[in-house]
């Protein structure tokens, strides 16, 4: 079981970016897949999260309206559209997949983790 984070880089404030997560070794279709991000000295926390079905949505307060996540079972790969980027959104952005998964909010939940890629928002 793998997943793959990338799309991170450095961008202006009020730019965009793309995370995609590429899975394989398991059917995407089965999980829920989860971003999370974690800032230098702080802890990682929940950005968004797609369930197994893709109908259910979550996305923690600070980025609803400015990020959407989405899923292409077919490419096997989840991703994070991230606009209107602000430079508290600089972090490492992980996936993680939860197998029959509700979009749970919890670390804890989610039993494969990507290696993250690094976002910077910055002028």
């Known amino acids: 079981v793998q997943l793959q984070a990338s799309g991170g880089g450095l961008v202006q404030p009020g730019g965009s970016l793309r995370l995609s997560c590429a899975t394989s070794?398991?059917?995407?279709?089965?999980?829920?897949i989860a971003w999370f991000r974690q800032a230098p000295g702080r802890e990682r926390e929940f950005v968004a999260a797609?369930?197994?079905?893709?109908?259910?949505?979550y996305y923690t307060d600070a980025v609803k309206g400015r990020f959407t996540i989405s899923r292409d079972n077919a490419k096997n790969t989840v991703y994070l559209q991230m606009n209107s980027l602000e430079p508290e959104d600089t972090a490492v952005y992980y996936c993680?997949?939860?197998?029959?998964?509700?979009?749970?909010?919890?670390?804890?939940?989610?039993?494969?983790w990507g290696q993250g890629t690094q976002v910077t928002v910055s002028s």
């Open positions: 993680a997949g939860d197998l029959g998964g509700d979009g749970s909010r919890v670390r804890e939940d989610y039993d494969y």
């Open positions: 070794g398991f059917t995407l279709e089965h999980y829920a």
């Open positions: 797609i369930d197994w079905s893709g109908t259910r949505i």
